[in-house]
T-cell receptor, first 114, second 113 residues
């Protein structure tokens, strides 16, 4: 069975400060890891993924994430947060032996204040 | 690329009624997924199609739920005899063969009164 944990319900950060959203996972075999963002009453927008290769993955809108196999983590980061980054962020994992279905964490609400 | 399209965006129904949602995936994406998202939770997998074949169903998909993808293009999700617990956002996603990214539609928000 695969699972994802996002330990923080909400992250508050001032505009211009670094933003980190935490994610840990559990999966059999090598994980496929994803970050999505959701704005109110909207579907999910893909931000970035880790399949293989470099542990530091760069994605859309200046976001990046670091895959850490020993800690089974995939934290999302942005060096300088914008007010427009305020949204709900989801980490997801796909096991290598599945049809591609994603297991999502419960989500982390990011609030960026001016 | 027009993205994944879902219809309707919102549906309000009375308990016991049947509802049907439609999903149009990205053109030529042969893999299609349905998820359900309740307030404060991440999306939960419901079912998966590869072309017209329904290859996996979650145990969340009770007998009242049925999904089809008759020609391997659009898909429908029907809920019979709706219950208040069915109130949720129903999300559809698609991806291509060999692709790893699932692209999501805007969802259908169902409210059962």
């Amino acid at each position: 069975a695969q699972s994802v944990a996002q330990p923080e319900d909400q992250v508050n950060v001032a505009e211009g400060n670094p933003l980190t959203v935490k994610c840990t996972y559990s999966v059999s075999g090598n994980p496929y890891l994803f970050w999505y963002v959701q704005y109110p009453n909207r579907g999910l927008q893909f931000l970035l993924k880790y399949i293989t290769g470099d542990n530091l993955v760069k994605g859309s809108y200046g976001f990046e994430a670091e895959f850490n196999k020993s800690q089974t983590s995939f934290h999302l980061k942005k060096p300088s947060a914008l007010v427009s980054d305020s949204a709900l962020y989801f980490c997801a994992v796909r096991g290598p032996d599945s049809w591609g279905k994603l297991q999502f964490g419960a989500g982390t609400q990011v609030v960026v204040t001016p | 690329d027009t993205g994944v399209s879902q219809d309707p965006r919102h549906k309000i129904t009375k308990r016991g009624q049947n509802v049907t949602f439609r999903c149009d995936p990205i053109s030529e994406h042969n893999r299609l997924y349905w998820y359900r998202q309740t307030l404060g939770q991440g999306p939960e997998f419901l079912t998966y199609f590869q072309n017209e074949a329904q290859l996996e169903k979650s145990r969340l998909l009770s007998d009242r739920f049925s999904a089809e993808r008759p020609k391997g293009s659009f898909s429908t999700l029907e809920i019979q005899r709706t219950e208040q617990g069915d109130s949720a956002m129903y999300l559809c996603a698609s991806r291509s063969d060999g692709g790893n990214i699932q692209y999501f539609g805007a969802g259908t928000r169902l409210s059962v009164l």
